[in-house]
T-cell receptor
């Protein structure tokens, strides 16, 4: 089952940074933190993942706390197309499972 | 080319029928999955195959039977369809090993009437 907790919903003004938090207090030392998003009626889309260090790509930044018990996904300049459900996932070691939680429904407001 | 493709995209069928959803990935991945997303939008893993071998079989009725003819294909066959089977079914794939990303198809919308 999902090992993460996220707020059910958030709003963000267009053009502002969206900061989406995730708690994963039971994460093991070699488990990765992944972020996906699902835009309405589409398949989940990979955003970013990390183990210990902060990560950045063309879509977002991932900030992982030093104790690895929580992380924050940052969309630096949110657009209306970023409105979606964002899932934080801790990947279990064996069997390549990805267990999705309930995610955060992000609404970007014009 | 679509990396993970599923057919059909939409399927409406009557209770009691048997139907299949096909999935193909052209990414050369070793592992493939089926997920189910119900009306409450909860995305739940059903099966995972690694190199044509079943790795995960979550608590799914045995009316659901995955078939992997080769590592690029993972089809989902459903017998005796019930109203509660109505959902969106997502196929996905990933390379083997931890730290690897999983890629999803666009989903198959199944409606049982």
């Amino acid at each position: 089952d999902a090992k993460t907790t996220q707020p059910p919903s958030m709003d963000c003004a267009e053009g502002r940074a969206a900061n989406l938090p995730c708690n994963h207090s039971t994460i093991s030392g070699n488990e990765y933190v992944y972020w996906y998003r699902q835009i309405h009626s589409q398949g989940p889309q990979y955003i970013i993942h990390g183990l210990k260090n902060n990560e950045t790509n063309e879509m977002a930044s991932l900030i992982i706390t030093e104790d690895r018990k929580s992380s924050t996904l940052i969309l630096p300049h949110a657009t209306l197309r970023d409105t979606a459900v964002y899932y934080c996932i801790v990947r279990v070691d064996s069997g390549n499972q990805f267990y999705f939680g309930t995610g955060t429904s992000l609404t970007v407001i014009p | 080319d679509t990396a993970v493709s599923q057919t059909p995209k939409y399927l409406v069928t009557q209770m009691g029928n048997d139907k299949s959803i096909k999935c193909e990935q052209n990414l050369g991945h070793d592992t493939m999955y089926w997920y189910k997303q119900d009306s409450k939008k909860f995305l739940k893993i059903m099966f995972s195959y690694n190199n044509k071998e079943l790795i995960i079989n979550e608590t799914v009725p045995n009316r659901f039977s995955p078939k992997s003819p080769d590592k690029a294909h993972l089809n989902l066959h459903i017998n005796s369809l019930e109203l509660g089977d109505s959902a969106v079914y997502f196929c996905a794939s990933s390379p083997a090993g931890s730290g690897n990303t999983i890629y999803f198809g666009e989903g198959s919308w199944l409606t049982v009437v």
